[in-house]
């Protein structure tokens, strides 16, 4: 079992930025990719980004791709989503989550996640 703890949103006008963070507990990210998802008021929960843990690439959603970077803390176990000029069609819950295993080609379904986090929400406004 891992157990997922977000943090670092809020409130910021557009073109601010944010970073996010996604802690886990229980057991190391170790074979793990870890991943990050937003929804919005009334939309479907979308991919925004994800890494491998061990080794491997980073992959983001073309609508964040160039704004937002993935890194990985090894000693905290912790993944962090920086997210620069943000625009208000980035307002939505975001979620992390981790999946055993994943291989390239599903690391962008949600259905391929096996742990969540509650989410933290993040408003672009001005």
């Known amino acids: 079992q891992i157990q997922l703890v977000e943090s670092g949103g809020g409130l910021v006008q557009p073109g601010g930025s944010l970073r996010l963070s996604c802690a886990g507990s229980g057991r190391s990210f170790a074979n793990y990719a870890v991943g990050w998802f937003r929804q919005a008021p009334g939309k479907e ?11 491997g690439g980073s992959y983001y959603a073309d609508s964040v791709k160039g704004r937002y970077t993935l890194s990985k803390d090894y000693a905290k176990n912790t ?48």
């Open 79 to 126: 993944v962090i989503l920086q997210m620069e000029r943000l625009k208000p069609e980035d307002t939505a819950v975001y979620y992390c989550a981790a999946g055993f295993g994943l291989i390239t080609s599903r690391i962008r379904g949600k259905s391929e996640y096996d742990y969540w986090g509650q989410g933290t929400q993040v408003s672009v406004s001005s």
């Open 45 to 55: 929960r979308e991919f925004v980004a994800a890494i491998k843990w061990s080794g």
